[in-house]
């Protein structure tokens, strides 16, 4: 038994907190604190990045999320209708973005965290490109039944 | 984007009178910092109590400041909880930044 | 500045409870607690309005919530694709529907209170049907602007 | 629908282990408080104190099992906050229905 909503805003970096917030409340019922905040940051990451970069900052287009709760896992999409992304961009993506120097000041980065920050924090990320529309689906598991994660 | 001055003993600190710091404010935050570190403050703390969230774009926000202000001057972080600690320690900058519980004590360890 | 969101659910009473979530957590953050249920209320009775008697109960039909959160106002509007309802049974609901003898356990209502719970919750209420598509705007004041509310 | 059963004195506590009465889960709630009724229960106190929010089908379904249980049984509801609470006032049922903070409350006004 699936129990699945639809979200939609327009390609505006300003609804992307109003996103965030419903779909953080949705989670929160089924999921801990981290996993909660483990689903937000990835959804804002991969939302922010179909805005800036496959939309290119134009407003106007839209930007769809769909949530599924389901008895063992919360599952997101995130739908677009951009330029699809380059696919190895996000499976090369890892915590290794992290493994900076921490006394080279100048080396610390500013951006180009949000492909690593989603590969973290979700169980399960698939990127599906085609017929328009671009599909990343996130899959994060209830924390008590993976005791492994 | 809504920022608090004070100044205390020589210090500035800049609370971040928003509950989201995310890629629709950084820009402006970061702007909004490096104006006051070009008009001469180096000793700064900043005040994320009231700040529930941040992304990568205001974490990125974040270590631009940290840069502009250089080795010779300090940035402090104060009250940072929940969400925040969670991204600074997943991305490894809670060994980056110096974090404190309370603005008091930022500013205290600034002074000594 | 406005800053609107859509929610989609199918007409399935399950969901229902998804959206009154989602739709309350982002009232939360600018209504106060009795303000937020008000919005909450009045958006669930609406929207098992459209799923029981605008649908009649059938499945795979869409359901969209369109929620703007304004300076001084909060906006919700329930869109559907049913047949329109008599808009006089709206605008003829009201608080009187509870005026009942509370002695007489035989005349207390079981049913019929919908409507009259959205008048009563809402600070503005309009119903316009057409062009295959029906929408229930209500708004929602915020209290400290409104000392009269 | 999950409700909890419990015997105090004669009187069944019936805890409503669901944070939402709606729609849909009104029907099944009304003919589960129904068969216990007809099983011969006439003291009932609902615990509601999980419950955070009724519609005016829940309510409505409330009020079924009142009259069913008639004016010779007892339904009294305990535990009841916040929205739900609110929910009452605006229809006047807070009149109608017997509303008690605690289950205690509420067994030990029906004992006496
Ligand atoms: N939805 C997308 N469409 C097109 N390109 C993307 C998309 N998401 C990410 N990218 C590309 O991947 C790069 C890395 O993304 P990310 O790790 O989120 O960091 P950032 O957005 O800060 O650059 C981006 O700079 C962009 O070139
Ligand atoms: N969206 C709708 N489409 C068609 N008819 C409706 C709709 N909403 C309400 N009605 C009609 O108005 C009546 C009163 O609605 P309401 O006050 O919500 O109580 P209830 O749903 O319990 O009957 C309904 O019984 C139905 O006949």
Avoid: W
Wanted: proline fraction near 3%; glycine fraction near 8%; hydrophobic fraction near 45%.
């Amino acid at each position: 038994m699936s129990v699945g909503i639809k979200l939609l805003i327009d390609s505006d970096l300003d609804k992307v907190a109003l996103l965030a917030r419903a779909v953080r409340a949705l989670c929160s019922d089924v999921l801990d604190e981290d996993s909660s905040h483990a689903v937000e940051i990835s959804l804002v990451e991969a939302i922010n990045n179909v805005i800036k970069h496959g939309y290119e900052g134009k407003p106007g287009r839209n930007v769809g999320v769909v949530v599924s709760l389901r008895p063992d896992h919360v599952e997101i999409e995130v739908i677009d209708q951009a330029e699809p992304m380059e696919a190895s961009l996000l499976s090369n993506a890892s915590g290794d973005r992290f493994e900076f120097d921490i006394t080279d000041l100048d080396a610390l980065p500013e951006g180009g965290m949000g492909l690593a920050l989603i590969q973290m924090n979700m169980d399960e990320v698939e990127y599906h490109a085609g017929q328009g529309e671009n599909r990343l689906r996130m899959v994060k598991r209830h924390a008590q039944r993976t005791p492994s994660s | 984007m809504r920022l608090i001055d004070e100044q205390r003993n020589g210090i500035l600190v800049l609370r971040i009178d928003e509950k989201r710091v995310d890629a629709s404010k950084a820009p402006a935050f970061k702007d909004e910092v490096a104006k006051r570190i070009e008009a001469g403050h180096s000793q700064v703390v900043l005040d994320m109590s009231g700040v529930e969230f941040v992304d990568s774009s205001g974490l990125g926000a974040l270590v631009s400041c940290l840069k502009r202000i250089g080795p010779r001057g300090n940035l402090a972080i104060a009250g940072a909880s929940g969400a925040v600690i969670r991204l600074f320690s997943l991305t490894r900058m809670d060994r980056v930044f110096s974090l404190h519980d309370t603005v008091d004590a930022a500013v205290e360890q600034m002074s000594s």
